[in-house]
């Protein structure tokens, strides 16, 4: 599986930027998809993932009401709206996607078996 991951940019805080992941998956709506951010100096951490099979979304408590995960499976995309933004989400950001997860492992990037190449997300202040 392949992914590949755009949209990132420079944005003002209070800005909006929406980031799309292609997936090379034949069954793509089998996976789990989620985004992953890592800030310069900081470890990666969950952001939102996008369960499986029909399954639920999920998201980090700091961006709740804020971001959306969204997923179109006749073109294997996934999106992450991301609304009024902050300087704290600057980051890179990564989709990563998994088929065989249980949704207490979903939070954990060490779990997933592919990755995108990131994109860059800076929100100045």
């Known amino acids: 599986v392949q992914l590949q991951a755009s949209g990132g ?3 003002q ?4 930027l929406r980031l799309s992941c292609a997936a090379s998956a034949r069954t793509f709506s089998r996976y789990t998809m989620t985004w992953f ?4 100096g900081k470890e990666r951490e969950f952001v939102a993932a996008s369960k499986g099979s029909g399954g639920s979304t999920s998201y980090a408590d700091s961006v709740k009401g ?5 997923r179109d499976n006749a073109k ?6 991301m609304n009024n933004l902050k300087p704290e989400d600057t980051a890179v950001y990564y989709c990563a996607a998994d088929s065989s997860l249980i949704s207490s492992s979903i ?3 060490h779990h997933y078996d592919y990755w995108g190449q990131g994109t860059l997300v800076t929100v100045s202040s």
């Open 66 to 70: 804020r971001f959306t995960i969204s």
């Open 13 to 16: 805080a209070g800005g909006s």
């Open 76 to 81: 294997n995309m996934v999106y992450l709206q």
């Open 9 to 11: 940019g420079l944005v």
């Open 37 to 40: 951010r890592q800030a310069p």
């Open 107 to 109: 939070p954990y990037g």
